[in-house]
């Protein structure tokens, strides 16, 4: 069974820093590219990025880019998202989700994590 | 940047069919997934590549996908179908995925 457990989130400051981790098991998890998804309050699913199943190639959605990073440990079976910079816009639920093949659907969802950026 | 524009809400009677439309410019030639999200809890995929249902997804969900509309097919609505549906693409010009805005299903 494909499982996926987010950890990390909680209150940071604006200006601050979080790490997000993403614990998989049940599946291959150095055969598939993860991604992060996030949903503000009351709002609707917005991409945050992905990474290929080897950790190199990654991509950002533009408003998150140049202060968040995805990486993966592999030997770990686990995914990050290292959040820099935060901004109350940031606060929202944070889901991985694991790609079915590359650049395809989101087959498998964690549970989520919420971060709330504030002072 | 690429946009996909969903109806905010459809509302449709036990055993009738409900029919959630995203819009795009010529969505036809992307691959279109679509997401099942009940309140409170992860998003679920129910249709990939257009028409194709992940195993234990029920027949009643059914997608196509031409010109500029993607519809995703409810047949035979059940009270626990009520969530908000959202349908996605991979955009190639810029290398991003997208997500439609959302519509939330409400079963009369």
């Known amino acids: 069974e494909v499982q996926l457990l987010e950890s990390g989130g909680g209150l940071v400051q604006p200006g601050g820093s979080l790490r997000l981790s993403c614990a998989a098991s049940?599946?291959?998890?150095?055969?598939?590219?993860m991604s992060w998804v996030r949903q503000a309050p009351g709002k609707g699913l917005q991409w945050v990025s992905s990474i290929n199943f080897s950790g190199g190639r990654t991509l950002y959605a533009d408003s998150v880019k140049g202060r968040f990073t995805v990486s993966r440990d592999n030997s770990k079976n686990t995914l990050f998202l290292q959040m820099n910079s935060l901004r109350a816009e940031d606060t929202a639920v944070y889901y991985c989700a694991k790609v079915e093949v590359e650049l395809g659907a989101f087959d498998y969802w964690g549970q989520g994590i919420l971060v709330t950026v504030s002072s | 940047s690429y946009v996909l524009t969903q109806p905010p809400s459809v509302s449709v009677a036990p055993g009738k069919t409900a029919r959630i439309t995203c819009g795009g410019n010529?969505?036809?030639?992307?691959?279109v997934h679509w997401y099942q999200q009940m309140p409170g809890q992860a998003p679920v995929l129910v249709i990939y590549y257009d028409s194709d249902r992940p195993s234990g997804i029920p027949e009643r969900f059914s997608g196509s996908n031409s010109g500029n509309t993607a519809t995703l097919t409810v047949s035979r609505v059940e009270a626990g179908d009520e969530a908000d549906y959202f349908c996605?693409?991979?955009?190639?010009?810029?290398?991003?995925?997208?997500f439609g805005t959302g519509t939330k299903v409400t079963v009369l």
């Open positions: 049940g599946f291959t998890f150095s055969g598939y590219g």
């Open positions: 010529n969505i036809g030639i992307k691959s």
């Open positions: 996605q693409v991979w955009d190639s010009s810029s290398d991003h995925y997208v």
